[in-house]
């Protein structure tokens, strides 16, 4: 199941800024090897399920993954064919923001060529350009 | 000890963001020197140098001598700042070392073998911890720490606690902290129909951490 909040204090949020460039989440934390985003972003929940499933699937059952995002902020939609006005639409998808440097995946456990082909084909599933980065200095980071 | 590492530094006289901006513009990294005797220096690298030296060593705080204006200074490389989205490094500290004190540094760690757990029952080797904590004279400051995880099945760790060093080393790092451990392979995952839970996940919606009540009192009707 994609990743939404169990709770949240209120139901839709405005779309706020997506300005600058990330100043946190910027260095691998946990994996040796890492997918960093070289854009600005919402990514879905779905996109990161799918990007997680990719991942899984390539590594089968090898490796250790780390999602560094989480999807917090609901995005609204209204129904189609509906005036405008009467009030905001309904909560439809979850979205992570993400900003020009912020690393989206770890991985660690594999090696250097699985890791590169798993985030391969994750990145496929996003809609923005990356960068794989490792601990030992290939890529960057 | 690994070999000397000479870094060549000249000294700049402008300080500030902006001027740190136009420095990086112009090829070099903004770095400062920190003297034992609580003075600093400013100092600017040459970036390319910089960065291939950097690259040719593991350790993240390295003993350099730091060349500048004909003199020579012994000082660990104590923090690199570096450019969330490039990589690119943006400013460099050094501190000058008394050779006769011991100091506290950090040393990477780097893993050693193949455990028994991951070639024999197709378990995840996972380092914890990168780096730990050492005292020790500047003299003897080493690259990295080689740690043999051969011996590791599943479930078992190496702690900080593992790690023999000689008697010129102190670790800091407490005793308890892992360093590497090898987990069990993930379980194979039952795969539903996509577009089953797709349409579920549309109207799954989060609980309300402000009760509905008290929101109704203050015609909070938006929420229902």
Redesign the interface.
């Known amino acids: 199941m994609p990743l939404m909040p169990k709770r949240v204090k209120y139901r839709k949020v405005q779309r706020g800024s997506r300005a600058g460039i990330a100043t946190s989440n910027t260095q691998l934390a946990q994996g040796d090897f890492g997918l960093k985003t070289l854009e600005r972003a919402w990514i879905t929940n779905v996109q990161i399920e799918a990007c997680r499933v990719s991942i899984n699937r390539h590594l089968k059952r090898r490796g250790k993954l780390w999602i560094r995002i989480f999807p917090d902020k609901p995005v609204s939609k209204k129904p189609i064919e509906v005036r405008m006005g009467k009030g905001k639409g309904n909560p439809e998808f979850w979205v992570a923001v993400v900003l020009p440097g912020t690393i989206l995946f770890e991985l660690a456990g594999v090696p250097d060529g699985l890791a590169r082909e798993a985030f391969r084909l994750a990145a496929a599933k996003l809609g923005v350009k990356t960068v794989l980065v490792s601990r030992n200095g290939a890529g960057q980071g | 000890m690994a070999q000397e590492i000479t870094v060549n530094a000249e000294l700049r006289t402008e300080s500030g963001s902006t001027a740190a901006r136009r420095l990086r513009r112009a090829g070099s990294i903004p770095a400062v020197l920190s003297r034992t005797d609580g003075a600093s220096e400013l100092l600017k690298l040459d970036s390319h140098e910089f960065e291939r030296m950097l ?1 040719r060593h593991a350790g993240a705080q390295l003993v350099v001598t730091v060349v500048c204006g004909g003199k020579n200074t012994k000082a660990l490389l104590r923090e690199i700042q ?1 450019d ?4 690119r490094v943006t400013h460099a500290d050094f501190g000058e070392i008394d050779e006769r004190h011991k100091m506290h540094v950090q040393i990477p760690v780097v893993l050693v073998g193949i455990p028994d757990g ?1 070639a024999n029952f ?1 378990g ?5 911890r ?1 780096e730990i904590e050492v005292s020790c004279l500047p003299s003897d400051i080493m690259e990295k720490i080689e740690v043999d995880v051969s011996g590791l099945g599943i479930g078992s760790d190496i702690t900080v606690g593992d790690i023999k060093l000689d008697d010129r080393y102190v670790i800091v790092t407490h005793a308890d902290q892992v360093i590497a451990t090898v ?1 069990e ?5 039952e ?1 539903p129909a996509t577009e089953d ?2 349409s ?3 109207v ?7 009760k509905k009540g008290s929101k109704d009192k203050d015609g909070g009707g ?2 229902s």
Do not use: F, I, N, Y
């Not at chain 2, 969330?84 to 990589?87: D, H, V, W, Y």
């Not at chain 2, 995840?124 to 914890?128: G, H, K, M, S």
């Not at chain 2, 799954?204 to 402000?210: D, G, H, N, R, T």
């Open positions: 690259s570096r969330g989205l490039t990589g991951v197709g995840v080797l996972d380092q914890v990168h987990e392979p993930a379980k194979e995952e795969e839970t797709a579920a996940d549309a799954a919606q989060p609980e309300l951490s402000v938006a929420q």
